[in-house]
Structure formats: C-alpha cells, structure tokens
C-alpha cells in the first residue's frame, strides 16, 4: 500500500473510530459486550460491523473505549457532557450533537489527539486481514456518499 492510501485509510480509519469509540461512550450508551467471536455491531463500531473479533480484541476495544472516553470527558466542562448526553438521548445525530457543545480550538485539539491515539491504538489491535476488510468497506462507503451526493444534486 503507497504511503499515501495509507495516510487516507488511516485518517478514514479515525473517523470511524471516532464515531464509534468516543461519542457513543459519552452519551452512557453502554450496550453489552459481543459475545466471543461475535461480530462487532454497527452501532458500536460503525465500519467495523461484521468485522470477527476474537475475545481479546474485544476485550483490548472495550479498554480504548472506556479510557478515550474517560479522556475525552475530561476535556469537556460538566455543562457540555449534559449538553451531550441530552442531545443524544433525544435522538439528535451525533454529528450535530457535537456540533452544538461549541469546543473551544483548545478543546478541539486535545479530542483530536484522544482520537490520533485512539485510532492507532485500535489499529495495533486489528490484524492486517481486518484492516484490508475495513478499508474495503471505507471504499464502499465512499462510492455509495458519491452516488448519493451526486443524486441529490
């Protein structure tokens, strides 16, 4: 892979990780932990559903979310945790619910290197063969928004 497909798959692969790993986490949606050799679920894991985790994966996951989450926590005041959790309790997105805490740049900063660690870290968790699944996947996703984006123009 050419050091540029891996720059983009790597920062796809945040994206995702962000998604799933952090802002659910903050809205308390704690679901249950997969089953052993259960498929991580899209609600927990975004692009990663359907991805096999053996039960040391899920286990080290689990782990880098609860502490990204505990990290992330953190960084936000006591007043934009219950903005978030309000927000997304009430069905609004995720993306808009981020969007209303009005981050400070410094606090956009420290959630964006919570993320950079927490994408790497869950990177060294996955073997090749699942991070080929999710860039295929990422692939996908990516026609499909072209599609759609070139529909609804």
Known sequence: MSQSKKVKFMSLLAGVVALSTVFAPLANAQPAAPQVGQRAGA?????????????????????????????????LT?????????????????????????????????????????????????TPEQRQQIEQRMQQWRQQRQQRNQTNN
């Open 43 to 75: 609600g927990r894991m975004g692009k990663m559903a359907g991805i096999e985790l053996s039960a040391e994966q899920q286990a080290q996951m689990e782990q880098i979310r609860n502490e990204t989450r505990t990290q992330i926590e953190a960084v």
């Open 78 to 126: 006591p007043e934009q945790r219950q903005q978030w959790q309000a927000a997304t309790q009430n069905g609004q997105r995720r993306r808009g619910a981020t969007a209303s805490l009005n981050l400070s740049e410094a606090q956009r900063t420290q959630i964006r290197q919570i993320m950079q660690s927490s994408k790497e870290r869950v990177t060294a968790v996955l």
